[in-house]
């Protein structure tokens, strides 16, 4: 009998770790479900031969849906979670409205919660399944004017550590990925939130807006030194899904390392003196 070929749903595969991720997976002789939220990427993706759905993580019919095809087509089966998709809303707290912080949750944590709520029956069923959650190094480590993200991050971590504890015995393994600076379209979609959600000529933080803006003109995508190409991630993500015992956690890139470190062995006041200047 052929052995089953082993199939993965990714959220956020537009660009990025998500549709690095989906490229290499397929590679390697996975089964890719390759989800967007724009139907145009939807379109694009499946033109370049991935099995694709619309799933906006901040709309439950979309969830219910793509799930619902996504079955339809493995009869019932699912062996892998990659909650990949999310954006970040800059700005300082002090500026960020209810409904703006909302929004962020809807995306980062709610949705993917939701998302992975629907799949678990199907893991149970199956014996067995891999949920990796793409988190940050803002998942452990805050930094100023990056407060909404964080708190999403923080939230993620806190729940896969929990769900991983009472999955205990069920075969189905939860695993967090903790990138640094990665070049994607994140700090474009992060500029677009920003602009749309945040007070800038009116905010007590005008200044540091604005330099942040001219900073951003001229920087373009990249990340800074320390950034790595969204293939960096997708290493450790292979490693999450394939070895017969993933780590809880994997830290992608040299800062998330540091910063790691960092906690580990500097007072809260020293290192709350560094993260201030690490924005």
Not at 164 to 185: A, K, N, V, Y
């Amino acid at each position: 009998m052929a052995a089953i070929q082993k199939s993965i749903l990714i959220t956020g595969c537009s660009s990025g770790i998500g549709y690095a991720s989906a490229n290499t997976l397929r590679q390697r002789g996975w089964r890719v479900f390759a989800t967007a939220r724009q139907p145009g990427d939807v379109a694009r993706l499946r033109g370049e031969g991935f099995e694709s759905f619309v799933l906006d993580l901040a709309d439950s019919e979309t969830i219910h849906e793509a799930v619902g095809q996504v079955l339809s087509l493995t009869q019932g089966r699912l062996e892998a979670l990659f909650n990949n998709g999310a954006y970040g809303q800059p700005g300082a707290m002090e500026d960020l409205s209810r409904e703006a912080l909302r929004r962020q949750f809807e995306t980062n944590l709610f949705g993917t919660h939701e998302l992975t709520r629907l799949l678990l029956p199907v893991m149970r069923r199956q014996g067995g399944g891999r949920v990796v959650q793409n988190s940050s190094i803002l998942g452990f480590v805050a930094l100023p004017y990056r407060g909404a993200y964080v708190a999403t991050k923080f939230a993620l971590e806190g729940l896969t550590q929990a769900m991983r504890l009472e999955m205990q015995g069920s075969g189905i393994h939860f695993i967090i990925m903790q990138p640094g600076p990665i070049d994607t379209l994140f700090r474009a979609n992060a500029r677009k939130a920003f602009l749309e959600n945040i007070p800038i000529a009116t905010s007590v933080h005008t200044a540091k807006y604005d330099r942040w803006l001219r900073e951003d003109a001229t920087e373009g995508k990249s990340q800074g030194l320390f950034s790595l190409p969204a293939q960096a991630v997708v290493k450790k993500v292979i490693h999450a899904l394939e070895s017969p015992r993933p780590r809880l956690r994997y830290g992608v890139t040299f800062p998330t390392h540091v910063a790691a470190m960092l906690q580990r062995v500097l007072t809260q006041r020293m290192l709350e003196w560094l993260l201030r200047r690490w924005e």
